[in-house]
């Protein structure tokens, strides 16, 4: 089975890109929230996030989020070895999600997936694109967030141009009407690929 995976900046519509995939039929792996749910569900992610960062890690079985964010912001070396905790055991969950699957592809939502060299696992990489600007607004209005904090995720992101450069397809998500008939066109070329293997 093809694995598409499906990047793009922070706001630029991945999910809502990957819900209209859903929509035509293809099952799809949002990597970010079944990461959040091991964090919650697996006792080894949760013992050794525990070991690495101490018990404050969780409050009520939940993850400390903010207690995190500070360490990890003070030293980014946290952010690699919280990774190295959580990364292998999403990719196992997501290849026994895969193997249940019955569809000529399927999506797996990532939003790091250059950054980190994640696109070489994939088939076929498919990048949302949208004008910083407008992506700022939508998470201005999506989240409690501010200017300064989306930016500071944007610099640790690869541009947009740097990700099209490796990317299969691309699609603009700039108005709804458009992004969904995108999707549809990308949706026929993938099944084409799929049928040439
Ligand atoms: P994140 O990087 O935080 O995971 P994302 O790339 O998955 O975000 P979405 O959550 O899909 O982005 O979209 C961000 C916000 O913008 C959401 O509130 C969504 O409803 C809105 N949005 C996305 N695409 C469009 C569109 N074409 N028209 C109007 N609103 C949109």
Same mark, same amino acid.
């Given at each position: 089975?093809?694995?598409?995976?499906?990047?793009?900046?922070?706001?630029?519509?991945? %999910?809502?890109?990957?819900?209209?995939?859903?929509?035509?039929?293809?099952?799809?792996?949002?990597?970010?929230?079944?990461?959040?749910?091991?964090?919650?569900?697996?006792? %080894?992610?949760?013992?050794?996030?525990?070991?690495?960062?101490?018990?404050?890690?969780?409050?009520?079985?939940?993850?400390?989020?903010?207690?995190?964010?500070?360490?990890?912001?003070?030293?980014?070396?946290?952010?690699?070895?919280?990774?190295?905790?959580?990364?292998?055991?999403?990719?196992?969950?997501?290849?026994?999600?895969?193997?249940?699957?019955?569809?000529?592809?399927?999506?797996?939502?990532?939003?790091?997936?250059?950054?980190?060299?994640?696109?070489?696992?994939?088939?076929?990489?498919?990048?949302?694109?949208?004008?910083?600007?407008?992506?700022?607004?939508?998470?201005?209005?999506?989240?409690?967030? %501010?200017?300064?904090?989306?930016?500071?995720?944007?610099?640790?992101?690869?541009?947009?141009?740097?990700?099209?450069?490796?990317?299969?397809?691309?699609?603009?998500?700039?108005?709804?009407?458009?992004?969904?008939?995108?999707?549809?066109?990308?949706?026929?070329?993938?099944?084409?690929?799929?049928?040439?293997?």
């Amino acid at each position: 089975m093809m694995v598409v995976g499906l990047t793009g900046g922070i706001g630029s519509g991945k %999910t809502t890109v990957a819900k209209a995939f859903f929509a035509l039929g293809i099952p799809v792996y949002i990597a970010d929230d079944e990461a959040k749910k091991l964090m919650r569900t697996s006792k %080894t992610i949760k013992r050794k996030l525990i070991t690495l960062f101490g018990e404050e890690a969780y409050i009520d079985n939940e993850l400390n989020r903010p207690f995190l964010a500070d360490i990890i912001f003070n030293d980014k070396s946290y952010l690699e070895k919280m990774n190295a905790i959580v990364h292998p055991r999403v990719a196992r969950h997501f290849n026994k999600w895969l193997l249940k699957q019955n569809s000529p592809y399927v999506i797996k939502e990532v939003a790091i997936l250059f950054e980190n060299d994640g696109y070489k696992n994939c088939d076929v990489v498919v990048t949302v694109v949208a004008p910083k600007s407008l992506r700022i607004k939508r998470l201005l209005e999506r989240d409690t967030t %501010t200017v300064k904090k989306i930016e500071a995720i944007m610099a640790n992101q690869w541009t947009d141009e740097e990700k099209v450069k490796l990317s299969d397809y691309v699609i603009e998500n700039i108005d709804m009407e458009t992004t969904k008939n995108q999707v549809k066109n990308t949706h026929l070329q993938i099944l084409k690929k799929s049928q040439k293997r």
